[in-house]
């Protein structure tokens, strides 16, 4: 077995546990000794801006991409050594879709069983449930071509669910997707979860991770700041309550009143972000400024998000 | 502590020795199925490029020609057009094939996310390229059956040396895939490189018209020992010197495998 050490984190049959994981690419380190443990039947959340190194994270757990330092055990098996074996036991949703244009969606299925060393017997067997899962029966003897991106997405989650695996990597899943349709995947994410499967994660949208992930990772260059329950990191890095101020004369209120008013106060762009944990006085002034424009809410993963990472654009490295 | 588990270096990984297994089978199938969807279209291209060059050279030129080594040039040149013809079929399927399944339709990723590894794709689809390849050099063969031009049961043996050349040429051709950033550099390897060969192979005339150093030169050139494996077949003959063809088509095959395997998994694999 491997010799990964032991934290208070870490159990014995965690479906996937990456230890102090380290990658560099030509002087840049994109992966930055990142250690998590995801617990057998939780979805577990890399949350993270574009180029934080969610998807090198992923290919290195796959045993695609080689680290320059840390260690993997993935189904068990140390990565990316026993890789291969490792795969037949994971199932794969890539951020892009890649399936067979070539083929229908009953093929698309049958085909990629094979390479899991499934007899035709046993995928054709299993065909008609995975269909019924992504909900195209009606589209078994479609073409690639012929289906919407919700359903091209339903039939990759189908697809990495062919080899009944005990461990599925989401690489966002629902980017692009309309939101009956990313509420169509979550939902299914939310049975296999019922059904006992673990799930890892990525996403740059705080709702999706807030809804589906038992306990998540904000990384950002590479590194973990922050993990837990998303309900524990909102209690832990934000007030309770939430003002976004915007509109005319937003600037002037904030510099004038809300500063004084709210804990703690951001800018970005042409909105004020107040948090408090008492808002009532904020709440007063505000309605004081007949035209200024607010939002009162709760926090949210995005506040914990915006909190740690900064306010910044990131561009796509 | 992150020493727990030894890493093998990327370097190290990618110049690994092949780890060839039974694995490659589901690529050929793939590449199979989508090859029987499209089949009759297909078909025409390989039989009627063939057809031409056999009709316009073998039966236009060849009329006005004498005899070449103890054969008509129809001949001559029918039974050097198989080789020819597998091995740009080969060539094909591993360029414009393989690069549309590599980086358009990105069908190797999904596949490298199941147990199958670089390994297992190349061979598959080495393996497929020279099915594929075989099926043309099947449909020239009878088509010299039907026009007459040689007709000997022997001439069957064509097909194992059609399928054996064909493993070669599809992995040299890969080595090309792997580096190729865009179709150009396919079209351009086809131009500067493969038919350079074919012209000097013997295909179109024999070797004995170049200039002696250049045929030392096509002698050791694997599309030589293709043509020379292949062409006393097609006609019902014993090669020459099958021995050293096979070794040479041999050697120059596994090193553009190893080649293309370390280029691959340093592309996908990074």
């Known amino acids: 077995m491997s010799a990964l050490p032991k934290t208070d984190a870490t159990r014995a049959d965690d479906v996937l546990v990456v230890d102090g994981l380290r990658k560099d690419y030509g002087g840049t380190t994109v992966v930055d000794g990142l250690s998590f443990s995801i617990a057998r039947g939780s979805c577990y959340a890399l949350l993270g801006p574009n180029g934080a190194g969610k998807t090198t994270t992923l290919r290195c757990c796959l045993g695609l991409t080689e680290p320059d330092g840390g260690a993997i055990r993935l189904v068990g098996e140390p990565v990316p050594r026993n890789a291969r074996q490792a795969r037949i036991r994971v199932g794969v949703v890539p951020q892009t879709d890649n399936l067979d244009p070539d083929f229908t969606v009953t093929e698309n299925l049958q085909v990629y069983g094979r390479y899991f060393g499934l007899s035709d017997g046993d995928v054709l067997a299993r065909v008609p449930g995975l269909l019924e899962f992504a909900n195209l029966a009606h589209k078994k003897n479609a073409r690639i071509a012929e289906l919407s991106g919700g359903m091209k997405r339903r039939l990759t989650l189908a697809r990495a669910l062919v080899n009944d695996p005990d461990l599925i990597f989401m690489d966002e899943p629902t980017t692009g997707l309309d939101p009956q349709a990313r ?135 | 502590m992150s020493a727990a588990l030894p890493l093998q270096s990327g370097r190290t990984s990618r110049w690994a020795p092949p780890r060839l297994s039974a694995r490659f089978v589901p690529v050929w199938r793939r590449n199979f199925l989508v090859w029987r969807k499209l089949f009759v279209e297909r078909l025409l291209t390989n039989v009627i490029e063939p057809l031409l060059t056999i009709v316009a050279f073998g039966y236009g030129l060849g009329s006005l020609l004498p005899e070449v080594d103890g054969v008509s040039y129809l001949q001559f040149l029918a039974s050097g057009a198989i080789a020819m013809s597998v091995m740009y079929s080969a060539k094909f399927e591993s360029l414009w094939g393989a690069f549309s399944r590599m980086h358009v339709q990105k069908t190797w990723d999904a596949i490298l996310h199941t147990p199958l590894a670089v390994d297992d794709l190349l061979l598959g689809e080495i393996f497929w390229a020279a099915s594929k390849a075989t099926f043309t050099g099947l449909c020239i063969l009878v088509m010299i059956w039907v026009l007459g031009i040689a007709r000997e049961p022997s001439s069957l043996l064509v097909l194992p040396a059609a399928f054996f050349i064909a493993l070669v ?92 395997l370390v280029l691959t998994r340093r592309r996908l694999l990074k």
């Open chain 1, 183 to 317: 509420h169509v995947i979550w939902e299914r994410l939310k049975q296999l979860l019922g059904r006992g499967k673990t799930i890892l994660l990525t996403t740059h949208f705080m709702d999706e991770a807030e809804r589906l992930a038992t306990r998540l990772a904000v990384i950002d260059h590479g590194r973990k700041i922050a993990e837990g329950a998303p309900r524990d990191l909102i209690r832990t890095h934000i007030e309770p309550h939430v003002i976004e101020v915007y509109g005319d004369g937003a600037f002037a209120w904030a510099q004038r009143e809300g500063r004084q008013l709210a804990d703690r106060m951001e800018i970005s762009g042409e909105t004020a972000f107040c948090y408090a944990a008492e808002p009532a006085t904020l709440l007063e002034s505000l309605e004081r400024v007949a035209v200024l424009r607010y939002l009162h809410r709760p926090a949210n993963l995005e506040d914990v998000f915006l909190k740690l990472t900064g306010r910044e654009m990131r561009d796509e490295s």
């Open chain 2, 169 to 260: 040429f599809s992995a040299m051709a890969l080595i090309v895939n792997a580096v190729a950033r865009s179709y150009d550099l396919l079209s351009n390897y086809f131009t500067v490189v493969v038919m350079p060969l074919v012209f000097l192979s013997g295909v179109y005339f024999p070797l004995s018209q170049l200039p002696p150093w250049l045929r030392e030169v096509a002698r050791w050139l694997p599309m030589t020992a293709a043509v020379d494996l292949v062409r006393p077949l097609a006609l019902g003959r014993s090669p020459a010197h099958p021995v050293r063809d096979v070794l040479l088509l041999s050697v120059f095959g596994l090193l553009c495998y190893y080649v293309a």
